[in-house]
């Protein structure tokens, strides 16, 4: 079972429908009692932090998601998911996060002709390493929306980078049983459902193991 969180801020529709397409049937909407015990768990968002972590305060899913990371079960955020997932962000004031991913999240820097924030399209994603989300460490394009990003305290979790105005940008962490992706996976086409495809083949081999 895939528990996928509602931030209560963005709309899931498109998340749902590429589970789906994927082979994920067996979804169904985070709770405080069925997170510890999933089998995976998705943390997808857009929106403000502050907001994000609200939600997240108000709906009781805080313990339970930091009860299941460290019980080894598989969570993959996506954009404010994985942003969430870090110690804290600057995004109209500084906010505690959940604290799985230790790294703070700061807003993008546009001082180059041809940027801006935030920074909506498609950008081509380069993997540093072989893992999940790329066993054969080929990039892609894909679909972001965002005005901050992850800056990780250690660099070995960045799985992939992007280029915005100069600089390295990680948009894609994993970290033992933790992964996120600062694009839009579900609104990536072929690509973003390859790393939704990948990361749910992680999460049933897993659990197939542990049967």
């Known amino acids: 079972m895939i528990a996928v969180v509602d931030l209560k801020i963005s709309n899931l529709a498109s998340v749902s429908n590429a589970l789906r397409q994927v082979g994920a049937s067996e979804h169904v909407p985070a709770t405080r009692a069925n997170v510890p015990g999933a089998d995976a ?26 009860v299941a990371v460290r019980g080894g079960t598989p969570v993959l955020g996506i954009c404010l998911g994985m942003q969430l997932m870090a110690s804290c962000s600057s995004e109209f004031g500084d906010h505690e996060g959940l604290g799985l991913l230790p790294g703070r999240v700061e807003r993008l820097v546009a001082d180059r002709p041809g940027y801006r924030v935030p920074n909506i399209g498609w950008c081509d994603v380069s993997p540093t390493r072989k893992g999940v989300l790329f066993p054969d460490a080929a990039g892609g ?3 972001h929306v965002h005005s901050f990003h992850l800056v990780a305290d250690d660099p070995a979790m960045v799985a992939a980078t992007t280029e915005f105005s100069g600089r390295s ?26 790393i939704l495809s990948r990361f749910l083949r992680h999460v049933g081999a897993r659990s197939g193991a542990n049967a």
């Open 169 to 194: 940008v990680a948009v894609a962490i994993e970290s033992g049983n933790l992964f996120g992706v600062q694009f839009h996976a579900e609104k990536s086409q072929d690509d973003g459902l390859a």
């Open 41 to 66: 768990v998705i943390l997808p968002g857009v929106g403000a932090y502050g907001d994000g972590m609200a939600s997240l305060r108000e709906q009781g899913l805080i313990e339970p998601i930091r």
């Open 141 to 143: 394009c894909y679909y």
